[in-house]
């Protein structure tokens, strides 16, 4: 059985979680390719604990006092009194970057600046959302918003190279912040939560500063958009440079010139979601979704684009987990769910198909969706996958119930 993206051969499960070996770390988007590379993956110790559930507990011993005092020491460097902006939080109105601004802004007297690269297709609540964050919270905002038809076409192209329908929207999240930072002289950038919270290596949640690697580069010949080298999306789709540019990272050259520091908020800031999502109600005039998510159990989680459903369905097929383990994964480590409640919710909702908004995108992108079905079983791993009478099956559950823990 062929293995696919570098993945793990033998399937494991975390004995305290739901996650899989199989789950990626983050990699800087720029450098995605099919085949993904060098790329990393969960890794679960010798006595079946993930790094995500040692993360967890070693947030229990940390003194959030003392890190809240090295917060509002580096505020205090960057505060200005003059009335410009002393810091920036991207985002697009969800629950984490709401409550980030909010508590930068009302609790710590910052004046902060909030910058938004749109979603790919909004959603209505998430929009209204939005509109919440900047009105009800009191922001001022700029939006970031990239040339529509570039933005469908690579959204087209990431989908068929690599089954990453959310790689535009996370190129512009992760990527504008920066340089909207240096274009401004911000020197303070803030984001929420390090993705060593949910499986990368530990290592990166030892200091509050995001690994420059993720949003600046050297070398812009070595750069990939939507699985591609630049000089081919010139050549072969007709792209300029022009078109690509305001999707790229900024250069390590004018990050070092700008002094601009990119931070975690979450080292500083006990970061657990659900609260952020109480928070962002009382506070911004969030809203969870009027319904349950398809593919998990959760209604406030990532709720801002229509595309959202369908990315978590790809890392479904691509990896073997859906957004249901993601979800109940956080919960468990939170304290909010047992194992075994865990167990009893991915099997119920995990992998389920986001029916609600596929037509609606496939009509958008210009993909029929015989197309994207067809895309979906060249991008299954066969180490994950069985085709049983034309139906796949996973080898490997954390219920034990794959087609492959029967024998």
């Not at 790329?39 to 070693?58: H, L, P």
């Not at 998430?126 to 469908?152: H, Q, S, T």
């Not at 908020?265 to 970061?271: D, N």
Request: aromatic letters at 14%; hydrophobic letters at 35%; proline letters at 4%.
């Amino acid at each position: 059985m062929k293995t696919k993206y570098n993945l793990p051969k033998d399937v494991m499960f975390c004995k305290k979680c739901v996650m899989s070996n199989q789950r990626p770390s983050s990699i800087a988007e720029f450098f995605h390719t099919k085949e993904r590379e060098g790329a990393k993956y969960m890794t679960i110790d010798r006595n079946g604990i993930c790094d995500a559930c040692k993360q967890s507990e070693i947030k229990d011993s940390i003194n959030w006092k003392t890190r809240e005092k090295e917060l509002i020491k580096l505020l205090d460097k960057h505060r200005k009194n003059n009335g410009d902006y002393d810091c920036l939080v991207p985002g697009s109105g969800g629950k984490d970057s709401a409550f980030q601004a909010h508590i930068l802004k009302y609790k710590y007297n910052m004046n902060p600046l909030i910058i938004t690269w749109p979603p790919i297709m909004y959603t209505d609540y998430g929009l209204k959302n939005y509109n919440n964050w900047v009105n009800v919270g009191g922001f001022d905002a700029l939006v970031v918003r990239p040339n529509g038809k570039v933005m469908k076409e690579l959204t087209k192209l990431s989908i068929v190279n690599l089954l990453h329908p959310f790689q535009t929207f996370i190129l512009g999240q992760k990527n504008i912040a920066p340089k909207i930072a240096a274009n401004f002289n911000i020197k303070l950038v803030f984001y929420g939560e390090n993705e060593a919270e949910y499986g990368n290596p530990i290592a990166e949640n030892n200091s509050s500063l995001r690994k420059k690697n993720y949003f600046a580069v050297k070398n812009y010949n070595k750069i990939y958009l939507a699985g591609m080298k630049i000089s081919d999306l010139v050549k072969k789709h007709k792209f300029s440079y022009q078109d690509l540019k305001i999707f790229l990272p900024i250069s390590n050259s004018e990050i070092q010139k700008k002094n601009v520091e990119i931070h975690y908020l979450g080292y500083y800031l006990r970061w657990i979601p659900q609260e952020a999502f109480y928070y962002a109600v009382k506070n911004t005039g969030f809203s969870p979704r009027p319904f349950r998510t398809q593919g998990t159990f959760s209604k406030y989680n990532s709720i801002d684009d229509k595309i959202d459903d369908l990315h978590y369905y790809t890392t479904f097929v691509k990896f073997g987990i859906g957004r249901a383990t993601y979800d109940a994964s956080q919960e468990i480590r939170n304290k909010h769910l047992t194992r075994e409640e865990a167990q009893n919710l991915v099997k119920k909702y995990d992998g389920e198909f986001p029916d609600k908004y596929f037509s609606e995108i496939m009509k958008f992108l210009e993909i029929k969706e015989e197309k994207f079905f067809k895309l979906c079983d060249q991008f299954r791993s066969s180490h994950l996958w069985k085709r049983i009478n034309k139906k796949w099956y996973l080898r490997h559950t954390v219920n034990q119930d794959g087609v492959d823990d029967k024998i």
